[in-house]
């Protein structure tokens, strides 16, 4: 009979904070904190997939391992993350020994990380009942393979649930910053010219019905605050750590010279900017496999 409880979230967070704590400057350590920062709204998505006890899951561009964690902790499932970069996944293999030593994990479940690519993926064909990827289809290059390469691994009638980005949905009142606006354009000029983009999500729905999925589910997941823009907030700080992990790439290509990039950088850490309301908004894509 399958474990019945609700989530254990609070071993999770606990393995998360502990990890940052003692890895003060791991790599990619801005993913870590947007992993730890957006856990209500991620947790939320994923408990509208009616996941079942004994599913095969997928994560794919896994990062941190937070998904296939945290799926593992609402149902007895086999999840798989994957990422091309091994050192996250080594931070997320980690974090995982964390939870289960927390008893975060519900008994049956397992947890397990390999380096792959979204574009070529090692599973068997039909293999598995849920695909997750979340953040992964604004980086990726090539997004109709990797949807391919997603129809091919689900089993007809398993799901996808696709999380990404649009930055159409995003509005700021006042405006950002100059100096912010133009960090941020360095970096969303270099998502696009490497295939990926951030106004990626409205693409996903068509892009998964032409792999072969019934599109089931739009889920648009809107997040508001009202409050000021200090130097002190965590998301300011992942920001900058976020910029500054960048800075070689979008000068090395053209697309800022070190001397502005430093000058932008210099004044968004230090700016105030009191009574700001944002509205930012993620979208969800579920698909069922024909
Ligand atoms: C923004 S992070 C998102 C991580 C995680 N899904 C989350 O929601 O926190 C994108 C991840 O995709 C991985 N990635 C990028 N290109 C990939 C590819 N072609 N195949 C697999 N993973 C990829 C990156 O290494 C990174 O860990």
């Known amino acids: 009979m399958a474990e019945q ?9 606990d393995a998360f904070t502990s990890y940052l704590n003692a890895n003060a400057s791991i790599h990619e350590r801005w993913l870590l904190v947007q992993t730890m920062a957006t856990a209500v709204l991620r947790r939320s998505v994923l408990g509208t997939v009616k996941v ?7 994560d794919i561009g896994t990062g941190f ?21 091994r050192e996250v996944l080594w931070a997320a293999e980690t974090i995982r020994t964390d939870v289960v030593k927390g008893g975060g994990l519900i008994a049956d479940s397992r947890v397990t990380f390999v380096a792959g690519s979204a574009h070529a993926l090692e599973q068997p064909d039909a293999s598995i009942d849920l695909a997750t990827a979340r953040f992964l289809f604004q980086h990726l290059p090539d997004h109709a393979t990797a949807a391919s390469e997603l129809a091919r691994v689900v089993r007809t ?26 960090l941020a354009r360095a970096v969303a000029a270099r998502q696009q010219r490497h295939g990926g983009g951030r106004q990626v999500a409205r693409t996903l729905p068509s892009c998964l019905d ?6 089931q589910a739009l889920l648009v997941i809107p997040q508001a605050a009202y409050g000021s823009s200090l130097p002190d907030d965590l998301n300011r700080k992942m920001l900058l750590e976020r910029f500054v992990g960048m800075r070689h790439e979008l000068v090395e290509e053209g697309l800022i010279s070190a001397d502005e990039f ?9 700016e105030v900017i009191h009574g700001v309301c944002t509205i930012e908004a993620h979208m969800a894509v579920v698909g069922r496999r024909r």
């Open 210 to 215: 032409r792999a072969g999925f019934d599109i």
């Open 52 to 58: 079942q006890p004994g599913w095969r899951i997928l």
């Open 157 to 182: 009638g398993g799901l996808v649930c696709i999380i990404d980005v649009d930055d159409g949905l995003s509005v700021s009142h006042p405006e950002p910053s100059a100096a912010y606006e133009r």
């Open 262 to 270: 430093d000058d932008c950088l210099a004044r968004y850490s230090a």
């Open 65 to 85: 391992g937070a998904i296939p964690i945290e799926l593992a902790a609402m149902q007895p499932i086999d999840a798989v993350g994957i990422d091309i970069d």
């Open 5 to 13: 409880r609700a989530p254990a979230w609070h071993a999770i967070d």
